[in-house]
């Protein structure tokens, strides 16, 4: 990736200290200018990878079109996979990337439109992503926080399944299952419960 690319991308305003990376920027630290460079990158560029971080910095700010594309980059695993590597543990964490342009590409059409435009827009793709999390050791403890602040049930028997398709794996979902465990304790104890009892497990042998 060439320099001025690499700018476009990932730079942050000197005012913008709030900021930890590019998607995080309010709509009114990213010039018109920005958004319609990263939209030509993300059409145009013969780079795959610059055009998937080019939609996920579209959809962190609210773009559309760039979460569009960005659905459809999950769909050509090969591609995207191995962007992003988590810096402790060295497994494939791009996956938890998209998740976290996903909630908040949410916030601000929520923002800017209100809930129940940016409720079905996100739907699919989340979905999407608690079942790649079932079988990948990437975490989705940003999507419990999403879940539980909106009160978004409809997510509730992806992430049962989810937790049933991990909690006997703990050497490859470690902290996973416990975060699965609490999250579900506070909406669905009836299900949680029997299913530890099934296991002869408490919450606490999960605890990291």
């Known amino acids: 990736m060439d320099p001025k690319t690499h700018e476009l991308l990932h730079s942050?305003?000197?005012?913008?200290?709030?900021?930890a990376e590019a998607g995080d920027l309010d709509a009114g630290d990213i010039p018109e200018a920005r958004r319609s460079a990263v939209k030509e990158l993300m059409l145009h560029s013969n780079d795959e990878t610059e055009r998937f971080l080019a939609a996920k910095l579209?959809?962190?700010?609210?773009?559309?079109?760039?979460?569009?594309?960005?659905?459809k980059g999950l769909e050509r695993p090969e591609v995207i996979e191995g962007t992003y590597i988590h810096r402790l543990y060295g497994?494939?964490?791009?996956?938890?990337?998209?998740?976290?342009?996903?909630t908040m590409y949410f916030a601000n059409v929520a923002g800017a439109q209100g809930k129940d435009v940016a409720r079905p827009h996100v739907y699919e793709l989340l979905?999407?992503?608690i079942s790649l999390a079932n079988d990948r050791p990437f975490e989705i403890s940003e999507l419990y926080?999403?879940?539980?602040?909106?009160?978004?049930?409809e997510y509730l028997p992806m992430i049962e399944r989810h937790l049933i398709s991990i909690i006997d794996f703990p050497e490859k979902h470690r902290w996973k299952i416990y975060d699965a465990i609490v999250f579900l304790m506070e909406l669905d104890s009836d299900f949680v419960v029997p299913l530890l009892i099934g296991r002869n497990k408490t919450v606490d042998d999960f605890k990291p």
């Open 127 to 129: 979905s999407k992503i």
């Open 12 to 19: 942050i305003p000197d005012n913008a200290d709030y900021a």
């Open 145 to 153: 926080s999403f879940v539980r602040r909106e009160k978004y049930l």
């Open 91 to 102: 497994y494939d964490d791009t996956y938890r990337q998209v998740l976290m342009a996903v």
């Open 58 to 71: 579209l959809a962190s700010w609210g773009e559309y079109e760039g979460l569009v594309a960005l659905q």
